[in-house]
């Protein structure tokens, strides 16, 4: 009876690894190594409130996803500096998939305080006609049980006078 009652458990955890195992197909490529890692990029930064202490922005991104298979997201951890200044950094635990050969965008509330930074700030925008050197660090999640992670730099430059009406 003991014997019997081992069996069953045996015979049930081997069913539910293999249950478990098979609807992990879509992860395969990740395994496999043919997976390729999603272009992330900032589209977007849209200022919703600038206070003497605190900035409220909207960080708008695009995810291209590659893949023949869906691509779970299960959020992003970002940096952006401006030169050398760190304006924001912090995490977005928003989940969402990209469809396969597809792409989606998703918003990232952002806060910060400028105003330790306000001298260096206004010494930039001096010269609206020349470009200031942006960077965005970060890394998105993936994965649903076998996450991967998926780290992102880029760097560019804009051009104060171009945003700052006259």
């Given at each position: 009876m003991l014997y019997q009652a081992q069996m069953i458990r045996i015979l049930?955890?081997?069913?539910?690894?293999?249950?478990?195992?098979?609807?992990?197909?879509g992860c395969s490529?990740?395994?496999?190594?043919?997976f390729q890692d999603p272009e992330v990029r900032?589209?977007?930064?849209?200022?919703?409130?600038?206070k003497?202490?605190?900035?409220?922005?909207?960080?708008?991104?695009?995810?291209?996803?590659?893949?023949?298979?869906?691509?779970p997201v299960r959020g992003l951890a970002y940096t952006v500096?401006?030169?050398?200044i760190k304006l924001a950094s912090g995490e977005s635990s928003t989940w969402f998939t990209v469809p396969a050969h597809g792409h989606q965008t998703f918003d990232v509330p952002v806060r910060t305080n400028l105003w330790r930074h306000m001298k260096q700030i206004v010494k930039l925008l001096e010269k609206p006609d020349q470009p200031i050197k942006y960077r965005l660090e970060?890394?998105?999640?993936?994965?649903?049980?076998?996450?991967?992670?998926?780290?992102?730099t880029r760097n560019g430059e804009i051009?104060?006078?171009?945003?700052?009406?006259?």
């Amino acid at each position: 009876m003991l014997y019997q009652a081992q069996m069953i458990r045996i015979l049930s955890l081997m069913l539910f690894f293999a249950l478990s195992l098979s609807g992990l197909s879509g992860c395969s490529t990740w395994v496999t190594g043919s997976f390729q890692d999603p272009e992330v990029r900032l589209v977007k930064v849209d200022v919703i409130r600038a206070k003497l202490l605190e900035q409220q922005f909207v960080l708008r991104f695009r995810i291209d996803n590659p893949n023949d298979v869906n691509l779970p997201v299960r959020g992003l951890a970002y940096t952006v500096h401006l030169n050398d200044i760190k304006l924001a950094s912090g995490e977005s635990s928003t989940w969402f998939t990209v469809p396969a050969h597809g792409h989606q965008t998703f918003d990232v509330p952002v806060r910060t305080n400028l105003w330790r930074h306000m001298k260096q700030i206004v010494k930039l925008l001096e010269k609206p006609d020349q470009p200031i050197k942006y960077r965005l660090e970060g890394e998105v999640k993936t994965g649903l049980m076998f996450g991967k992670s998926v780290h992102l730099t880029r760097n560019g430059e804009i051009i104060p006078g171009s945003y700052i009406p006259e």
